[in-house]
């Protein structure tokens, strides 16, 4: 064990059994065995060769993109563990959303909850996300987000924070560390050193944290110091750079190196002067945030010389793994960095019982959940604003209702996936018609039009905006606006920030999600079926005044 670091120690305060079992399990491990601690691999193939050539690495860590199918994701897992000298670690994003768990209870992202603002329901929505996460094997969240949503035009923190209000961050992310750890699912703060004043996407740039040392200190400071205090087992540095701490400490050459492998973010600011012991992990290491600063060869072992304890995600762990192995031989990485990783992983393993081997699935009551979930995703729609008064509707005053919408944007499917609130609206009676991009719409022959926009802020989108040229099919549909001939309401299932590109739609409603159960809460709501609870964890209007009108 190396003197700096003590597993009895805060975060992890292991007993003395569990911390000989740290001790003893380092010394037994060759150079080649904890290397392989160091990485955690994305496994999306289920082709048994493949599978076998990657269980016989012995990692340390995966995430898993799971099938479907429980009996053969259990016998996947099963195999890693048996292959392994120590049992994995299994992670996962646990937001909720179109983040949940395969098989899982469908609940609202962050921002959604946020909305809610409820420190109980928020407790509960997290204890199902670790059952969830549990019942597939996942006992490690890279979860949750303590990224402030200051620049209304990042598509990347909007719908996956808790919003732009410090102290609403605060309550959630508390309660969403103490809750996934109470229930053996390690947390981990993200991403560290903040994001949110930049309107970048690390997916696809090196993001830049613009605060003064000062201003930092009174924001992501004060968050993850409580992050700290209150026991977070983990941390994630982004491909952020803070270049105001760098220039402090004199390294200029410095200031726009991203966290993941800037040493004076990860040891000297977070290990140093925030007093953080547990386990750092890198963010995904395919980014062009990180990948677009250097080459992979060279960024590899700087990530952990730098202060990360392991390296996330690998498309070919037998190589990561020889040029970490070259690292050490050229003394580019040292042996003694290595085992305080390697230490603070396995201490990161007993903090969750694997030290006594794969805990036993919890006992849930999934009805149970399910009641929840849906009672929570009724108290998410926030209805920013009616000036005309619009709401409730009902097929009896707005029988006939025109759709325009350009579909469920997802970064991980090519085609739009189209709305169930057409159907869902049928059901209840009215009359729909969807627009047809190009085609001429005749206000009279309608008594509702809705706009409706999905696009949670998911993973390299750059920009999040009205498309309006593509949305209507032309550059002369493009200038229409219906809503003076026939009520009109624009609904945003994800980004919360439409006003922006359409100030002077009448009604305008955001319910942060985009899945099946939180369009059917909306309509709900619409029909005055149930209330507005929903209030706004961000300034929907973007600071414009005639947003409001």
Aim: proline residues 6%.
């Amino acid at each position: 064990m190396t003197e700096q670091f003590d597993p009895r120690q805060f975060p992890f305060l292991l007993d003395d059994e569990a911390a000989t079992w740290v001790e003893t399990v380092l010394k037994s491990l060759s150079l080649e065995q904890k290397l392989a601690q160091l990485i955690n691999v994305l496994i999306r193939t289920d082709d048994p060769e493949e599978l076998a050539q990657l269980q016989r690495l012995g990692l340390g860590s995966m995430a898993r993109k799971v099938s479907g199918d429980e009996d053969f994701e259990r016998k996947i897992r099963d195999d890693f563990h048996a292959q392994a000298p120590v049992p994995l670690l299994i992670t996962a994003d646990l937001e909720g959303s179109r983040m949940s768990q395969p098989g899982g209870v469908v609940l609202p992202n962050p921002l959604g909850i946020a909305a809610v603002d409820n420190v109980t329901a928020t407790e509960r929505a997290t204890e199902i996300l670790a059952m969830d996460g549990l019942a597939n094997g996942i006992n490690w969240t890279f979860t949750p987000l303590l990224d402030i949503n200051k620049e209304f035009r990042s598509a990347i923190v909007g719908t996956r924070s808790f919003g732009s209000d410090l102290e609403r961050i605060r309550r959630h992310m508390m309660a969403q560390i103490r809750t996934f750890q109470s229930h053996g699912v390690a947390a981990t703060a993200k991403h560290w050193p903040g994001e949110g004043y930049d309107d970048r996407d690390q997916h696809l740039v090196t993001t830049i944290n613009p605060l003064s040392v000062e201003d930092w200190e009174a924001t992501f400071g004060s968050l993850y110091r409580d992050a700290i205090k209150s026991g977070v087992l983990s941390v994630m540095p982004g491909h952020i750079a803070f270049p105001a701490w760098v220039r402090k400490l004199g390294f200029e050459a410095d200031a726009f190196t991203p966290a993941t492998i800037n040493r004076h973010l990860t040891q000297a600011l977070l290990r140093d002067h925030l007093g953080f012991n547990g386990v750092i992990v890198s963010d995904a290491t395919a980014m062009a945030g990180l990948n677009a600063f250097a080459k992979r060869k060279d960024f590899l072992p700087n990530i952990i010389s730098a202060g990360c304890d392991i390296i996330l995600f690998s498309n070919d762990p037998q190589q990561d793994l020889r040029w970490l192995q070259e690292a050490i031989e050229d003394g580019l990485l040292s042996l003694e960095r290595v085992d305080e990783a390697v230490s603070r992983i396995l201490s990161l393993k007993a903090r969750v019982g694997l030290h006594n081997g794969i805990p036993a699935l919890p006992v849930r009551d999934r009805a149970a959940d399910e009641a929840f979930a849906k009672e929570l995703h009724q108290r998410v729609p926030t209805l920013v604003k009616d000036t005309q008064q619009l709401l409730p509707i009902s097929p009896e005053t707005h029988r006939r209702v025109l759709i325009i919408s350009g579909g469920i944007v997802d970064p991980f499917q090519t085609d739009p996936i189209p709305f169930e609130l057409p159907e869902m609206m049928q059901e209840k009676g009215f009359e729909v018609s969807v627009y047809r991009a190009g085609e001429k719409v005749d206000p009279s022959a309608y008594d509702l039009l809705l706009y409706l926009f999905g696009e949670e802020t998911l993973l390299t989108r750059n920009h999040i905006f009205i498309d309006w040229l593509k949305l209507m099919g032309g550059f002369r549909f493009s200038m229409q606006r219906f809503w003076h001939e026939v009520p009109t309401a624009m609904i945003s299932f994800g980004y919360p920030y439409h006003l922006y590109d359409a100030p002077r739609v009448p009604t305008y409603i955001n319910t942060y999600s985009t899945t099946e159960q939180m369009q059917s809460a909306v309509l709900n709501a619409m029909l005055g079926e149930t209330p507005w609870h929903g209030t706004s964890p961000v300034d929907p209007f973007c600071g414009l005044e005639d947003a409001r009108l």
